[in-house]
């Protein structure tokens, strides 16, 4: 029995011994390294860039109130459409009562005036009759008569318009009915009925009773960084993405580009819109996030290769280009434009050279080789 434990015990320790050995034999040997490999072709390379901005009309208006007052009726809601002139709201006057007072003692005394006037008509027309005084006074007698008349309409005119927000004459055209000055969509509607409103003036913008907008005629606004916006021009094509409707996008020509640069977040950017190409099958709102795609330089059939498989050594790209299997010598290159995947190739390699691409490693993702790599085999070489 002890002798079994012994053999069992040796047996053991036999088994750790060689598989020790087999294990730091496998370290010791040099791990095979692969990589990726592309062939150097011929294809189109496009350099574009993304703008960030959003969808806006046109034609944008604020309604205002021609007068203070508080609403006392609105007629439509947003997202309506209204006709030039169609009325949106009602006011009710609140008026002024210094104004009010003169407007009442204008009437008053043009009443008086009038009566005088009156009164003395009547006399010279009685003594114009029996011809004791001559046409020309009767004449200046009557003028007077008529210039009362007309002071004494215009007053009460002027009184109806302070206290009532609009004359008898002139109802068509009152000021208390807030009309559209513009054919398009009700955007917004800030006010409710009750709230007070005033007239624009020199001392303030006065009360936006309506947000109106023409919905069929639309332009892109974004911004540009300063670096890029020397490739932009005037009727340049962007193909627009919209985010809430991320399966549809349209076409934009570019109409503007700002003669001055803001400065956002530390960089200079340029302002540009763009006249947005939208099908009648599609409700584009006001104010959607959007991003307009732009084609900066394009090069059609030209020399190029993944990104991916350059190398930088102080500044200076280099490509591994394969000399047998599994070996590969660095070859200085020039490089042209890029989409951000494939990069041009100007010189340095030819059409079908294969390159040596980021490594492979062990569960089939793939990593780019270090730089000093590049640096060691372009000092031995």
Do not use: C, W
Not at 12 to 24: M, N, Q, Y
Not at 71 to 92: D, P
Not at 192 to 214: E, F, L, P, R
Request: aromatic share 6%.
């Amino acid at each position: 029995m002890k002798k079994a434990i012994r053999y069992i015990v040796v047996a053991l320790i036999v088994a750790v011994l060689v598989g020790t050995f087999v294990f730091l034999y496998r370290k010791s040997k040099p791990e095979e390294i692969h990589y990726q490999e592309f062939t150097a072709s011929r294809q189109d390379i496009a350099r574009t860039t993304v703008i960030t901005g959003k969808i806006v009309p046109r034609n944008e208006v604020n309604i205002k109130p021609q007068i203070n007052g508080i609403i006392a009726e609105i007629f439509k809601e947003a997202g309506q459409t209204v006709q030039k002139g169609e009325v949106i709201a009602r006011l009710t006057v609140i008026p002024d009562m210094n104004s009010l007072s003169a407007a009442q003692s204008r009437v008053r005394l043009s009443e008086i005036n009038l009566k005088q006037a009156n009164t003395n008509f009547e006399r010279e027309k009685a003594l114009f009759e029996k011809n004791l005084i001559s046409a020309e006074e009767y004449e200046k007698v009557e003028q007077q008569l008529n210039q009362a008349k007309e002071e004494y309409t215009a007053s009460q005119e002027s009184l109806e318009v302070i206290r009532d927000g609009v004359s008898s004459k002139n109802a068509t055209s009152s000021s208390t009915l807030i009309r559209s000055t513009i054919t398009g969509l009700i955007l917004d509607i800030p006010v409710k009925t009750g709230n007070s409103v005033i007239q624009a003036n020199t001392m303030n913008d006065g009360t936006t009773v309506a947000t109106v907008a023409n919905m069929s005629d639309l332009i892109f606004e974004g911004q540009i960084d300063e670096t890029e916006v020397g490739s932009l021009y005037e009727g340049m094509p962007l193909t627009i993405t919209i985010g809430a409707l991320s399966d549809y996008t349209f076409d934009a020509d570019l109409e503007y580009i700002s003669p001055k640069a803001v400065e956002n977040n530390g960089a200079n950017q340029f302002k540009v819109k763009a006249a947005v190409k939208v099908d009648s099958g599609h409700t584009i709102r006001s104010g959607y996030s959007a991003n307009a795609q732009i084609e900066l330089e394009k090069m059609e059939g030209v020399l190029s290769i993944p990104e991916s498989a350059l190398e930088f050594v102080k500044e200076e790209a280099y490509v591994h280009t394969k000399v047998m299997e599994g070996v590969y010598k660095p070859v200085k290159v020039t490089t042209g434009i890029s989409d951000g995947v494939n990069i041009q190739i100007k010189s340095g390699i030819s059409e079908g050279d294969v390159v040596r691409g980021p490594r492979i490693i062990e569960d089939g993702e793939t990593e780019a080789p270090a730089a000093d790599e590049t640096v060691k085999e372009t000092e031995n070489k």
